[in-house]
């Protein structure tokens, strides 16, 4: 899940790598690391700065409630079932898991955005790439959940502040 | 030009994958040294947050073994 969301932020799910390694396999940790350091030097260095508001969006909706609690509850969905008693198929799970993590991260985005002075909806597209509509839809959900509000319109055009 | 060394941290877990590494140690396996390593008692407690918090403070990859 979090190489996704690195994917999705842009800053690219291979600066994560995950392995398996066993308390014998000392050889394996030497290739391993030697891999992982080949494969990240490729990719050059990471610039913190550059990518200061994603990297901030990411550890916001790491902190959101609703990811937390479905990642907590996964185990209990596909083995034993949902209030209504109907077990989870995996893969039903994750399609449903990806959108969340999509919305939230979205959301903590135009937020971040917000608070780095890009404070209409044009400018906050420019700045994250997202659709206006996209963005717009996400605005009126972040107002109703007191993520932001509506400050009034400078020129014609609405302005947002965070909370 | 040359190039800069990255900087890896990497979350082992202390049973499994730290034992690994010291193992390689002693036994005087060659290998590189920008593993940055910090030692958790099971994977399972590295925290999604600690990976974006390693890689806002700098480092240009992370490892979690396990």
């Not at chain 1, 994917?7 to 891999?35: N, P, T």
């Not at chain 1, 659709?131 to 302005?159: Q, W």
Request: some cysteine; overall charge positive; charged content about 25%.
């Amino acid at each position: 899940m979090t190489q996704k969301l690195l994917k999705l932020s842009g800053i690219g799910e291979s600066r994560l790598h995950l392995a398996w390694l066993s308390s014998a396999e000392a050889q394996r940790f030497v290739d391993i690391s030697s891999a992982v350091i080949e494969d990240i030097k490729a990719q050059g260095k990471f610039d913190s700065k550059l990518f200061s508001l994603e990297l901030a969006a990411a550890e916001e909706t790491l902190k959101a409630e609703t990811l937390r609690w479905m990642v907590g509850k996964e185990v209990k969905l596909l083995a034993r079932g949902d209030v209504y008693g109907r077990k989870w198929e995996k893969a039903r799970f994750e399609a449903i898991l990806d959108e969340v993590l999509e919305r939230e991260y979205h959301k903590q985005l135009i937020r971040q955005a917000i608070l780095a002075d890009f404070t209409s909806v044009r400018a906050i597209s420019q700045r994250i790439g997202l659709g206006l509509k996209r963005i717009s839809y996400l605005l009126a959900d972040m107002e109703k959940t007191n993520m932001i509000e509506f400050k009034g319109h400078t020129e014609c055009v609405p302005v947002f502040g965070a909370l | 030009m040359e190039q800069v060394e990255p900087k890896i941290v990497a979350f082992l877990c202390n049973w499994c994958a730290y034992a690994g590494a010291d193992l390689a140690g002693v036994s005087r396996l060659q290998h590189p040294s920008n593993m940055r390593t910090v030692r958790v008692m099971c994977s399972g407690r590295v925290d999604p947050l600690f990976i974006v918090q390693a890689l806002k403070s700098g480092c240009d990859g992370v490892l979690v073994a396990g």
